[in-house]
């Protein structure tokens, strides 16, 4: 299973993504050994050759979490947006 978002601010990019690597409790030995890593590590490289970007780990800023705050109250926090999605648009 795969899944995913992104989000462009001038010259960043968030990307959300999802994609099963293993397998868990639920589906036994289904996925193991079925070569997930390889697709993992496919991904990790064509990604970030495909925007042109380097794609560089690391922790969100100070400013990026102040952001991060300030979303999670103005519009999460707000039924209107929560159901909806009439709310702050901060």
């Given at each position: 299973?795969?899944?995913?978002?992104?989000?462009?601010?001038?010259?960043?990019?968030?990307?959300?993504?999802?994609?099963?690597?293993?397998?868990?409790?639920?589906?036994?030995?289904?996925?193991?050994?079925?070569?997930?890593?390889?697709?993992?590590?496919?991904?990790?490289?064509?990604?970030?050759?495909?925007?042109?970007?380097?794609?560089?780990?690391?922790?969100?800023t100070?400013?990026?979490?102040?952001?991060?705050?300030?979303?999670?109250?103005?519009?999460?926090?707000?039924?209107?947006?929560?159901?909806?999605?009439?709310?702050?648009?901060?």
């Open positions: 299973m795969l899944g995913s978002a992104i989000h462009r601010c001038g010259d960043r990019l968030l990307i959300h993504d999802s994609l099963k690597l293993a397998s868990n409790a639920w589906d036994g030995d289904a996925v193991a050994g079925c070569g997930l890593d390889r697709a993992q590590a496919a991904l990790l490289e064509a990604i970030p050759a495909a925007l042109g970007v380097v794609v560089l780990p690391g922790d969100l100070a400013e990026e979490l102040a952001a991060r705050d300030h979303l999670r109250r103005a519009r999460y926090g707000d039924d209107g947006w929560v159901v909806r999605r009439t709310g702050p648009r901060p």
